[in-house]
C-alpha cells in the first residue's frame, strides 16, 4: 500500500478514518514521529510491535487529547492535575494505574499504563476529530535512531506503512520525559525535554530519578526507551568528554571518521578547520543541540564512516537527556 505525505489539515479525514478501521499511521509529534495506533485494535497494536521487530515486552505510551478521555485509561491520582495544568499538552509521559479496558499489549502486562497528551497541533486535531487514544511508539525500527521528519520514516519503511503524515521537523527531537506516579516517590524513569527541577518545582517534593529509586530494574520494566542499548546508528558511535579526550580517542581509531560538537569553541578550531566535525548549534543553543542530535545521527550513519564521534553535554537541564540518548546509542552490549 502506498505511503502518501501531507500536511493539508483536510486529509487528516483520511488519518483518523485508517485509524479508526484498525490501521497503522506515521503521525508527527513535538518530540519525535510516532507509530500510531488506536488502542481499542488488538489488531492494530499487533501490527504496530510487527513493522518495528518490537518485543511485546517493551510497553508503548498511549496519546490522548484530554483528562477526561483519561478516566477511561487510568486511575488518576491527585498529584496528576498539577502536572497536566503546567506541562500538558506537551513533552512529559505520565506512569499511572491502567484499568481494565487497555490492552496487555500496550502495558507489557503490566499494571500500568504510560499515557501523554503531546502538544503537535496535527496530532491534537486527529486526537480530538476521532476521539482517539493513540499508542504511538517512534516510527523506526526498533533499537534504532529516532525519526525527527516524515522521511526520516520513509527510509525506515517506506511502504510498510500505509499513510505518513507530514507535520514538519520534530521541535524537540528527543523522546518525552517519563515521570512514574505509581512508587513511594514520583520518580523519572527517562529524562526529555521536561527537567526534573521543573518537575520538583511544580509538586513542591523532592523528585527522583532511576539512579536514585531501589527499584530501578522495575521501574525499566514500565517504561519504553530504558534498554542499555537503544537509539542506535550502524556505525560505531564513541563518546568524548573535550578536546583532549576527543584527541585521545581519535589517535587510537581507523578509517573515514568525523567528530560531532554541541556548539562552536575555539578548541575545535582544527578539527573545523579540516571539515572534520559538525556542529549541533552553532549559535550554541542546547534546546538547539537537543533537536538535532537525531537527525545528525542518522545523516551521518548514511556517509560510509567508520566512527562517529559525538560530544557529551554538560549533565544538567535538557543535556541530561541528551547524554541518556546518547550513552544508549554508544552502549555496544
Known amino acids: 500500500m502506498k505511503s502518501f505525505f501531507t500536511s493539508k489539515s483536510n486529509d487528516l479525514k483520511r488519518v483518523v478514518a485508517l485509524l479508526s478501521k484498525g490501521e497503522i499511521v506515521a503521525v508527527p509529534t513535538e518530540t519525535v514521529y510516532g507509530l500510531a495506533a488506536n488502542i481499542f485494535h488488538e489488531d492494530a497494536i499487533a501490527q504496530l510491535f510487527k513493522v518495528k521487530n518490537r518485543p511485546f515486552s517493551d510497553p508503548l505510551i498511549v496519546h490522548i487529547h484530554s483528562l477526561e478521555q483519561l478516566q477511561s485509561i487510568a486511575y488518576i491520582p491527585e498529584t496528576l492535575h498539577a502536572l497536566s495544568d503546567k506541562f500538558w499538552p506537551g513533552p512529559l509521559t505520565i506512569i499511572l494505574q491502567k484499568k481494565p479496558s487497555i490492552s496487555d499489549k500496550i502495558t507489557a502486562n503490566k499494571n500500568t499504563v504510560a499515557v501523554r497528551m503531546p502538544s503537535h497541533p496535527l496530532l491534537r486535531e486527529i486526537l480530538q476529530t476521532g476521539d482517539l487514544a493513540l499508542a504511538a511508539p517512534s516510527a523506526n525500527p526498533f533499537g534504532y ?13 517506506g511502504n510498510k506503512v500505509p499513510y505518513i503524515l507530514d507535520g514538519g521537523k520534530a521541535e524537540f527531537g528527543l523522546e518525552s520525559t517519563v515521570l512514574n506516579l505509581t512508587s513511594d516517590v514520583p520518580t523519572i524513569l527517562r529524562p526529555g525535554p521536561i527537567t526534573k527541577k521543573e518537575i520538583n518545582e511544580i509538586l513542591n517534593c523532592t523528585v527522583h530519578d532511576n539512579a536514585e529509586n531501589s527499584n530501578s530494574s522495575s521501574n525499566n520494566e514500565i517504561s519504553p526507551g530504558l ?18 579526550d576527543l584527541e585521545a580517542k581519535w589517535e587510537k581509531s581507523t578509517g573515514k571518521k568525523i567528530a560531532v560538537f554541541l556548539k562552536p569553541s575555539s578548541e575545535s578550531m582544527t578539527f573545523r578547520s579540516k571539515n572534520l566535525c559538525v556542529l549541533l548549534s552553532p549559535a550554541g543553543n542546547i534546546k538547539e543541540a537537543g533537536a538535532e542530535t537525531f537527525s545528525i545521527l542518522r545523516q551521518l550513519d548514511q556517509q560510509d564512516l567508520s566512527t562517529i564521534f559525538f560530544e557529551e553535554s554538560s549533565d544538567n537541564g535538557i543535556g541530561i537527556a541528551i547524554n541518556d540518548r546518547l550513552s544508549r546509542a554508544a552502549n555496544q552490549t
Do not use: C, D, M, W
Not at 534498554?227 to 583532549?244: A, C, E, V
Open 227 to 244: 534498554l542499555p542499548q537503544h537509539y542506535s546508528p550502524n556505525t560505531k558511535l564513541i563518546l568524548f568528554k573535550g578536546i583532549r
Open 145 to 157: 535512531i529516532s525519526p525527527t521528519t516524515a522521511n526520516h520514516v520513509y527510509e525506515s519503511f
